[in-house]
């Protein structure tokens, strides 16, 4: 079971999160938050009940996902707009480079980061643990809920209530790999992604390695020492464990049973995978 809310930082309301425990987006703010060491307000989006697609939340976050943060009554949207925007408005503990080639470089991993490795972990993930909650709908139930989400329609079509296809899932295995294997030809220079300074390219692609840990891929960069060191370096930091409070890894959420068991591939039904209905 997920905790109503997760304790956090509080101390005045002039950062809110809106966010959920196990989503991978929100692990990637709540990371920033705390390494920048900032006081926030935890605003629970509840995606098992769908609060992320009603009118007061889609006011906040038209594209109808989590994270979204409320500064001062401004909405920021995006996980990576949103770790930028807290590093321009909050210079102290810095998480991103002052030397422009740098910046750039970390931004170029950013960017990589959201289009391969943050896009093909929802693959495994929501075969693994998402797809249940749909599963015993009608057709047509199911259609008007996946017609509901403003960006992730066709994901959601494309995964049917069957999940999606080895096919699918071998894709996204693969692009998970080669963002494992970019990470270890750059962390020959470590002991970060971009050289000495810890940046939100670690912070941008730690939830992905978790969730892989979670569905018990972590064997796939058991050959690669670079990114094995990295990855104990970044469980040590304090900022994992701010960010990743129990409640928030998805064998927390879906059972013990489900820590690294029997993997990605497409779960046709489990009755003990599907106690929580939630997506994310
Ligand atoms: N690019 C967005 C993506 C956010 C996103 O995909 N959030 C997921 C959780 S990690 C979500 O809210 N999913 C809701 C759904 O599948 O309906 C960001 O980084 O903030």
Known sequence: MLP????????????????????????????????????????????????????????????????????????????????????????????????????????????????????????????????????????????????????????????GQEGFSEADIRVSLDRLRATLERMETSLDSGPWLVGDMYTLADVSITPTVVRMEDLGLAHMWSDLPGVTDWYARVRRRPSFETAYLPGSRAFDAFGEANRAADGPWRSRRNPEAGAMRSTG
């Open 4 to 159: 109503v809310d997760l304790p956090c930082l509080v101390g005045g309301a002039m950062l809110e999160l809106y966010h959920h425990p196990i989503s991978t987006c929100s692990q990637k703010v709540r990371l920033a938050l705390a390494e920048k060491q900032l006081d926030w307000e935890s605003r629970y989006v509840a995606l098992e009940r769908e609060e992320h697609l009603q009118d007061w939340y889609l006011r906040i976050n038209p594209n109808g996902v989590v994270p979204a943060l409320v500064h001062d009554g401004q909405a920021i949207v995006d996980s990576s707009v949103i770790n930028e925007y807290l590093d321009d408005v909050f210079p102290d503990h810095p998480v991103r480079p002052a030397d422009p080639v740098d910046r750039a470089r970390m931004r170029a991993w950013r960017q990589y980061i959201d289009e391969v490795p943050t896009t093909a972990i929802r693959y495994p993930s929501f075969n693994r643990f998402f797809v249940q909650s749909f599963r015993d709908l009608s057709p047509d139930d199911f259609e008007k809920r996946a017609a509901k989400r403003p960006l992730r329609k066709d994901f959601y079509r494309r995964m």
